[in-house]
Nanobody, 124 residues
Framework: VQLQASGGGLVQPGGSLRLSCIVS????????LGWFRQAPGKEREFVGG????????KYADSVKGRITISRDTAKSTLYLQMDDLKPEDTAVYYC??????????????????WGKGTLVTVSS
């Protein structure tokens, strides 16, 4: 499974940004796709995830209400819409695929495939 994230950049506080992640090369459908982020000097953390087939979503409490995760299965693309961005949202954002079926997981070790990250900088 290959994942390619894009859409990062510089945005002012209060602004919005949408990240995309193209998923390809899979023979078995992932159960879920997730977004993680790693801020400078911090560990990588779960942002949110979506069940690829059913569309069920799960969000981290720190971003709930400000982000929306969606997917377009026909385009094999995952999205992360971020609104009201804050400087603390500055991080490298990664998309990842969870192959194990069951529920949308929050632990990064349960995601088997990872894309290269895309940098989001929130600054005035």
């Amino acid at each position: 499974v290959q994942l390619q994230a894009s859409g990062g950049g510089l945005v002012q506080p209060g602004g919005s940004l949408r990240l995309s992640c193209i998923v390809s090369g899979y023979t078995s459908t992932p159960y879920a796709l997730g977004w993680f982020r790693q801020a400078p000097g911090k560990e990588r953390e779960f942002v949110g995830g979506i069940a690829w087939t059913g569309g069920f979503t799960k969000y981290a409490d720190s971003v709930k209400g400000r982000i929306t995760i969606s997917r377009d299965t026909a385009k094999s693309t995952l999205y992360l819409q971020m609104d009201d961005l804050k400087p603390e949202d500055t991080a490298v954002y990664y998309c990842a695929a969870q192959m194990r079926w069951g529920r949308v997981e929050v632990k990064e070790y349960l995601y088997e495939h990872w894309g290269k990250g895309t940098l989001v900088t929130v600054s005035s």
